[in-house]
């Protein structure tokens, strides 16, 4: 307990300086106060009224999708009528009518017709947006809905029916999982997109995902004055921002192409994907994935049940295929073990190996397709049957490290760097990859396995479609990819085009006897008597390839794949390119559970090349056996597009895959 | 003594009293008023009413303890607050920039309003401790010391506004701790070169605030815009205000933050420059009052702990209402017993109970042996 004397004054005194200085700071602003309230209480006035201002957004157009030509449109925007709701308006009538809510749910759900639940969760989820802007209930409401809500304007006067620019897809499933679909914004894209709202709708997968930042444009907005009871007066004009349209972007895919390849699948009910690129650039003209889903029913904002559906679906409809779904390469993988033999050095242009029909490797015997065997083969004609008990000897002298390091050059086990999402990279096994990945030894066996694209190894379409690419063009990787331009049109008119430009990843050095030896053998696939591919053969053009036949379960013994079950049917590979010199296109086909790769898959290749070449000189009927045609078409006469301003093939930073 | 504790309660100042419960009440009315139209089920009214119901118990707490106990056990008090800081800082989640929330399932406090009450008891012991009227320069490092850690550990969160308002115990301690021009002329230069070094250690946020208070009108749409709307409440508000309920501003969502740090522009739109003038005189009534009891503390302790907690109101309303009309930058600061918010609601109950307390407990004869 201290008692305290000596300072009794010095306190005293102090505390009433304090006293009175507080004083002074009160006098002093409630001197502001009055200056505020007082001197200037007229300006203030004029101003909250005026300022009685509430924004409403100007929705800015989403850029359009082009085909390469620019003569189809695959994304656009049609004219629709938004129902939305203004709570401000609301909330006065719910005060002296407190069935009114009741009133307006189940007045929307009759009209609407979804059950008043529905109805209720779009209130609940509207409360996340701020009280002065309107909430969305409903989205494509049809004429008899907007003139039964109109005829009802007096009862329901926070219900505003607004004409808005819905993305419309005219082509329907076409190009699907490459264009991809929009969705509302969700709380994870609000947090990495500032310039977001609530409510507002973006890319969610593909093209449109990707390039959103190009398409999506700018917002514009109106400034509307209220009065205190929220009825709108007039707009106020000085502050009006317009919106700003997205950019157009125009892909490298070739719609003729896409088109045919998409029936190909249709009518055959098939299973899978297909890939065309251009081996000059990258350039992706066609991309299938099968089956197909209708991004029209995606990009909506209500439609709860569409997700459960397609993701139920056995088939899963919303992979893309052609860069998602991982297979094995089977026979195709032969290419890359004649690229990987001859350029090693574990064989010759004329080393051959007797074919029985089987062989043993390892302490093990290994069957080739072929039962009676092929007898003497070399490595062209062994491409050309594409005979096991060859490539079981190549895979057996260069042992797996040596096989990962050439198919890792030609381009599997790592993405792409397409300008898509979801890439996947696939598996390239080696001794490093059972150790890290798998914590056990490489067994010698298994290179046989390899040898042959079984095994551990998997890989996607578009990869082996950039491998076809780097055979065809002698060794460059490009980076694939789906859009070839972005064109800005400001609003005072001006058009100004960003050319995509072509990004090569690396070049592997091939020998090029051994480049030579592998085409060859690839050309003999389809175009001599006896080889695999003769499905796809265009007389005079060339078509080189390779066929895959890919066991789904092990088998023991020979058995037809087409007495199988259809989860157990063999899957269809067809790799190829054309012409055989000079290769202006490559096609890759694959088809799961389709049975054979020479008769499932080679002909829509040979489909698409007729197509291409056809389409390149203008001529439907154009005769490809004409051979001052394919004179033509060897000296490349088809158009590498001009490039006027190099742009990044997908916006930075937006490729979830970029830095793996 | 119980006879004791009778004759101590009979000296409570109900006037005191009074005078917080009816600027709380007015912060309730405000509250309802700036909130039934985007909060038709008055969850953020019943919330407040909430809030004073447990400040109140609080208050009564703080009131019964002598507040020698209170000294006793400062260092734990003390203690605790350094350690629930030191838990934001680990584990804190992010709000609004900040991380100065502790989450309870769907309860939230601020451990800094409450480090505030137990930063001022903690220097109120010091000051109980040291009986010199002047402080030499150890004893000032200390009491800066008692200041500088809490402060040091919100800077860090990072809640500039808050950090601030334990600015008046530096400047109690200053001023009635008693120190020499020396060390005045020290503080100076010390305070100078922290305010240019945090300056440009600040976030852009912070910056922002400050270089829009110095040019409010240069984005009337941008960052000035609370600041252009609270001015717009305030001065449509006029001499008698637009009367309860009435205000536009906060209505219509003109007016951000109209029921936490705004609260006192829908107070000028509604209430006008009269409902103003009432309520900063309610606050100097009750400063007035505190000042008082400071004077007649029986005690340096009592007497430094009710300055301390003076100072706390009295910086709160001068940044709160100044920010109003664009004399003081914005700050994250609430309006004391007026603003809607738990922590600080709970904290300013808790300080009126405090000073009540020393003012009872200004006869020797109560007192603890």
Not at chain 1, 393 to 405: C, K, Q, T, W
Not at chain 1, 507 to 529: C, D, H, I, S, Y
Request: with cysteine; net charge positive; proline share 5%.
């Amino acid at each position: 307990m201290r008692v305290y004397r000596d300072d009794q004054k010095f306190l005293t005194f102090r505390i009433n300086a304090l006293l009175w200085a507080i004083v002074v700071v009160f006098v002093f602003l409630a001197g502001s106060f009055w200056v505020v309230q007082g001197v200037q209480a007229e300006k203030y006035r004029n101003l909250s009224e005026a300022n009685a201002l509430r924004e409403i957004v100007t929705p800015a157009k989403r850029g359009l999708i082009l085909d390469r030509s620019g003569q189809k449109i695959l994304a656009d925007n049609q004219p629709a009528y938004s129902l939305s709701l203004d709570r401000v308006v609301m909330r006065p009538i719910v005060k002296g009518d407190p069935a009114h809510r009741v009133k307006i749910v189940a007045f929307l759900a009759h009209v609407l017709g979804v059950p008043p639940q529905e109805i209720e969760a779009r209130f609940e989820k509207g409360k996340a947006i701020p009280i002065a802007r309107p909430i969305p209930i409903a989205e494509d409401l049809n004429m008899p809905q907007v003139a039964s809500i109109q005829a009802q304007a007096v009862a329901f006067p926070e219900l505003n029916v607004v004409p808005v620019q819905r993305r419309n897809y005219p082509y329907a499933t076409m190009a699907a999982h490459l264009m991809g679909f929009i969705g509302e914004v969700t709380e994870k894209d609000l947090a990495r997109h500032k310039e977001l709202k609530q409510g507002d709708l973006l890319g969610k997968r593909g093209v449109e995902l990707m390039y959103d930042e190009y398409l999506r444009g700018r917002d514009g907005a109106q400034y509307w004055e209220y009065d205190s009871h929220g009825r709108r007066l007039a707009e106020y004009r000085p502050a009006r921002k317009d919106p700003v349209a997205g950019d157009n972007v125009y892909l490298t895919i070739d719609f003729d192409l896409q088109r045919r390849a998409e029936q190909y699948f249709a009518e055959n009910e098939f299973v899978g994907a297909a890939v065309a690129l251009d081996p000059r650039n990258g350039e992706v003209l066609a991309m299938v994935s099968s089956p197909v889903f209708n991004p029209n029913v995606y990009s909506k904002r209500f439609t709860p049940d569409v997700w459960r559906t397609i993701a139920s679906n056995p088939f899963k409809v919303e992979l893309n295929r052609a860069i998602q779904g991982l297979y094995s390469p089977g026979s195709v993988f032969k290419a890359v073990m004649a690229m990987a033999g001859l350029s090693e050095g574990a064989i010759d242009t004329s080393t051959s190996f007797y074919c029985s029909g089987s062989g043993v490797f390892f302490g093990r015997r290994f069957r080739c397709y072929n039962k009676n065997g092929h007898g003497d083969v070399s490595v062209a004609n062994a491409l050309k049957v594409s005979c096991d008990i060859f490539f079981f000897n190549v895979g057996a002298r260069l042992g797996i490290d040596r096989i990962a390091e050439y198919a890792h050059k030609l381009t599997f086990g790592e993405i792409s760097r397409i300008d898509l999402d979801g890439e996947k990279p696939g598996i390239v096994p080696s001794t490093q990859w059972a150790a890290v990945k798998q914590h056990r030894k490489w067994y010698p066996s298994e290179t046989i396995s390899v040898a042959i694209g079984q095994g551990p190894l998997i890989v996607t379409p578009l990869q082996v479609a950039n491998m076809m690419a780097a055979i065809a063009n002698g060794g460059t990787v490009y980076r694939p990819h789906v859009v070839k331009m972005i064109e800005k049109v400001s609003p005072d008119g001006k058009v100004d085009r960003l050319q995509v430009a072509s990004e090569v990843l690396h070049k592997v050095t091939l020998a090029p006897k051994a480049l030579e030896t592998v085409k060859l053998g690839l050309w003999k696939v389809v175009n001599e008597e006896g080889g695999t591919g003769g499905n796809a053969r265009i007389e005079g053009l060339n078509v080189s390839g390779k066929t895959g036949t890919v066991q789904v379960i092990a088998q023991h013994g020979w058995v037809k794949t087409e007495g199988l079950p259809y989860k157990y049917k063999d899957h269809a590979w067809f790799a190829s390119f054309a012409p055989k010199d000079n290769p202006q296109m490559v096609v890759v086909v694959f088809v799961e559970h389709g049975g054979h790769g020479g008769v499932d898959a080679a002909p829509l290749a040979k489909l698409l090349y007729e197509s291409r070449f056809r389409q390149q000189f203008n001529d439907a009927n154009l005769d490809l056996s004409n051979p001052d045609t394919l004179e033509a078409i060897k000296e490349g006469q088809a158009p590498i597009p001009g490039q006027v301003k190099k742009a990044p093939a997908a916006p930075a930073g937006s490729n979830p895959n970029l830095g793996h | 003594m119980a006879r004791d504790n009778i004759r101590t309660f009979s000296k409570l100042d109900f006037n005191f009293l009074g005078t917080a419960l009816v600027i709380a009440a007015v912060g309730c009315l405000l509250i309802y008023s700036a909130t039934y139209f985007d909060d038709p089920g008055l969850g953020i009214f019943k919330k407040q009413l909430l809030w004073l119901a447990i400040g109140f118990v609080l208050m009564l707490f703080c009131l019964f303890v002598d507040y020698h106990v209170f000294f006793d056990i400062a260092p734990f008090l003390y203690g605790l607050g350094i350690i629930l800081l030191l838990y934001l800082m680990a584990f804190g989640r992010l709000t609004a920039n900040v991380r100065s929330w502790i989450h309870i399932g769907s309860f939230q406090f601020q451990p800094s309003e409450f480090m505030k009450i137990f930063t001022a008891i903690m220097l109120a012991k010091f000051f109980d401790n040291h009986e010199r009227a002047y402080m030499d320069f150890k004893s000032f490092f200390r009491a800066m010391l008692i200041i500088a850690i809490p402060v040091g550990l919100i800077l860090m969160q990072p809640d500039f506004g808050t950090a601030a308002t334990f600015f008046p115990l530096v400047a109690v301690a200053m001023f009635f701790g008693g120190i020499r021009w020396r060390i005045w002329a020290a503080m100076i230069v010390v305070v100078a070169l922290l305010g240019l070094g945090g300056f440009s250690i600040m976030k852009p946020y912070q910056k922002d605030r400050i270089i829009t208070f110095l040019n409010p009108d240069r984005d009337p749409l941008g960052k000035g815009y609370q600041v252009t709307q609270a001015k717009i409440a305030i001065g449509s508000g006029g001499i008698h205000g637009k009367g309860f309920r009435q205000g536009t501003q906060a209505k219509l969502d003109f007016l951000p933050a109209h029921h936490t740090d705004f609260i006192f522009a829908t107070l000028g739109e509604e209430w006008g420059f009269i409902g103003v003038v009432i309520v900063l005189g309610l606050y100097l009534f009750l400063i007035f009052q505190a000042l008082t009891f400071a004077k007649k503390a029986r005690d340096r302790g009592g007497a430094f702990l009710a300055i301390c907690l003076i100072a706390f109101f009295v910086f709160h309303i001068f940044i709160n209402v100044a920010m109003q009309i664009g004399v003081l930058p914005t700050t994250g600061i609430p309006l004391p017993l007026i603003s809607y918010g738990g922590s600080s609601t709970m904290m300013f109950l808790m300080a009126i109970g405090l000073m009540l307390n020393v003012d009872m407990r200004r006869f020797g004869a109560t007192s603890p042996a």
